[in-house]
Nanobody
Framework: QVQVVESGGGLVQAGGSLRLSCAAS????????MGWFRQAPGKEREFVAA????????YDADSVKGRFTISRDKAKNTVYLQMDSLKPEDTAIYYC????????????????WGQGTQVTVSS
């Protein structure tokens, strides 16, 4: 069992930056692939970024490529999502998820989810 807790959301102006953190607890949490997803009002949850168990391989959605960066600190069992050049369309609840397998890019493939953190980008 892995517990996942996100933090770092907030209100920012367009063009600004935020860094989200995802703390994973549990005896084997460092062996989980991690992903970030987001869900805007009235829309389906969508993939944002993911990172492999080793941290070597990362994947980004086209909509955030070049602006968002996912990374992990295995010693701290924490995954980060650095979000730069934010746009109003990035406004959503951001969720962190864990998967005890190779990294994936679809929500149903993840086993453990956090409660989410709100990111609001004003124009």
């Amino acid at each position: 069992q892995v517990q996942v807790v996100e933090s770092g959301g907030g209100l920012v102006q367009a063009g600004g930056s935020l860094r989200l953190s995802c703390a994973a607890s549990g005896r084997t949490s460092s062996s989980y692939a991690m992903g970030w997803f987001r869900q805007a009002p009235g829309k389906e949850r969508e993939f944002v970024a993911a990172i492999s168990r080793s941290g070597v391989n990362t994947y980004d959605a086209d909509s955030v490529k070049g602006r968002f960066t996912i990374s992990r600190d295995k010693a701290k069992n924490t995954v980060y999502l650095q979000m730069d050049s934010l746009k109003p369309e990035d406004t959503a609840i951001y969720y962190c998820a864990a998967r005890q397998a190779v990294v994936a890019q679809t929500a149903p493939e993840y086993d453990y989810w956090g409660q989410g953190t709100q990111v609001t980008v004003s124009s």
